[in-house]
């Protein structure tokens, strides 16, 4: 596999509203855990649609991994231009901060919001460019955004065998306690 797109759940859909909420690194952690692997494979380009949420955690664990495979590269392809105007001003330095680290930025229409069929070009996209998606999302837990891109990922794989990976919430949490089981333990002398 040469290209993956990842995407998942917006942060208000987790209840994270800032970027000092304390799941974010066992989010990232996951997701690195899982490119891991891939990039020991030839993983080139980690591609995300930019949404503040798991899109952009997942362009700062491709961020962490470069220091271990700099082949590896990461785009942000946003649905229309300046998205993050109406995010908080913390979010927008975040974001803004991010697309200067990443190889490449776009976005698919070069002008505002004008309607949803801007995201469904970005999908349409993101989805030709890629040879697979890993996914987090978890349908047990409710219904939430990521289901359309599930739906057209799962029938990507049916008609042409698209990678379809999925991390879900206890793929998450187990990550998560592993993490504090590592903090729990005093170093040796």
Known sequence: MKNLLITGYRAHELGIYNNKHEG???IRKAIRDRLLPLAEEGLEWVLTPGQYGVDLWACEAVLELK???????CAIITAFQSQEEQWSE????????????????ASISKEGY????????????????SDGILLVYDEDSGEASPKFIKRRAMQKQHAEG??????GLEDIQSVADEMRVFQDVDPVD
């Open 90 to 105: 913390e979010k927008q330095h975040y974001f803004r901060d991010l697309i200067s680290k990443v190889d490449y930025f």
């Open 24 to 26: 974010i690194p066992y």
């Open 162 to 167: 698209y990678l379809y990976l999925q991390l």
């Open 67 to 73: 220091l271990e495979y700099p082949e590896l590269k």
């Open 114 to 129: 004008l309607g949803p069929w801007q995201f469904s070009a970005r999908d349409d996209l993101l989805l030709r460019k």
